[in-house]
């Protein structure tokens, strides 16, 4: 079945470690973003790309990189984990037909303790 | 700036109990109006896109209807299950979809 997969789906962490977090999807879509969201507030976009070794920062500041290696991989690092960072992290994909819309993962919550 | 506002922010209905969620936006050129639910701890799920002025869908108990400055969300006769959050978006020319903070719908039996 056709999905977009993101581990871990919870991750509590240290302050100043490295972490990955995962996402894979398996439906062909060129498209993948990154966005962060926290309680009540709005998704922010935080990463995006349009395919292969293409990425592009969104709107929300952050300190994190991603990369796209493999149009079904787009996997988003923080270098040095902070207590700001925790949030929870989504991750989607879009196909050709726009009025499909986004497929979400079902997130990452991360704690930065 | 292209921006998207939802209200109310929370809203509890009895079952039966039906209602309408909003969502203003100010965007130069729509290229499409998105309503997602999402549940708790879960990813937003996809609902409906709408393109014009005048445009509706449905989908069991949901109507979602636009026009030049909101869309509305009607939910006729709701059931628990319909308990969720429901996120409005637009799409932002050249990046991705800028989202709504949502509007959190709870429904008691």
């Known amino acids: 079945e056709a999905d977009i997969y993101q581990t871990p789906r919870y991750l509590v962490i240290g302050t100043g470690k490295k972490i990955t977090l995962e996402c894979s999807q398996t439906?062909?879509?060129?498209?993948m973003y990154w966005y962060q969201q926290d309680p009540g507030m709005e998704l922010h976009l935080i990463h995006y790309?349009?395919?292969?070794?293409?990425?592009e920062k969104g709107d929300l500041s952050s300190e994190s990189t991603v990369s796209r290696i493999r149009t079904e991989h787009f996997p988003l690092t923080l270098e040095s984990a902070r207590p700001s960072h925790t949030s929870q992290y989504l991750c989607?994909?879009?196909?050709?037909?726009?009025?499909?819309?986004?497929?979400f993962g079902s997130g990452t919550r991360l704690t930065v303790v | 700036e292209d921006q998207v506002t939802q209200s109310p922010e929370a809203l509890r209905l009895q079952e039966g109990e039906s209602s309408s969620l909003n969502c203003s936006y100010t965007v130069s050129g729509l290229r499409g109006l998105f309503w997602y639910r999402q549940d708790p701890g879960k990813g937003p799920e996809f609902l409906f896109t709408l393109y014009s002025a005048g445009e509706e869908k449905e989908k069991e108990r949901l109507k979602a209807t636009l026009t030049k400055k909101e869309s509305f969300l009607h939910i006729t006769a709701p059931k628990p299950e319909d308990s969720a959050t429901y996120l409005c978006a637009i799409y932002q020319a050249g990046t991705a979809l800028i989202f709504g903070k949502g509007t959190t719908l709870s429904v008691s039996s």
């Open positions: 989607a994909s879009s196909g050709g037909r726009r009025d499909y819309g986004y497929t």
């Open positions: 790309s349009y395919g292969v070794n293409s990425t």
């Open positions: 439906m062909g879509h060129d498209k």
